[in-house]
């Protein structure tokens, strides 16, 4: 998954404002402690962030999106 379609996805399943507040201040057991921001930094794939916030989000992110 390119990181276009990644942030894409995101705004999508919770609105621009919320995703980029979800991507730096949420912290998801499933990143080892780590926020979207930190994960991807680090080198993190986009496809296993994104699982990340399927797994710590299942009723927010639509079936579609995943």
Known sequence: ???????????????????ASIARDQVLSELD??????ALASGEQTHVVWRAVCAAYPDRVPARLR
Not at 1 to 19: K, N, Q, S, V
């Open 1 to 19: 998954m390119r990181l276009t379609d990644f942030w894409a996805r995101l705004e999508e399943a919770f609105g621009p404002g919320y995703a």
């Open 33 to 38: 402690g780590r926020t979207i921001e930190q």
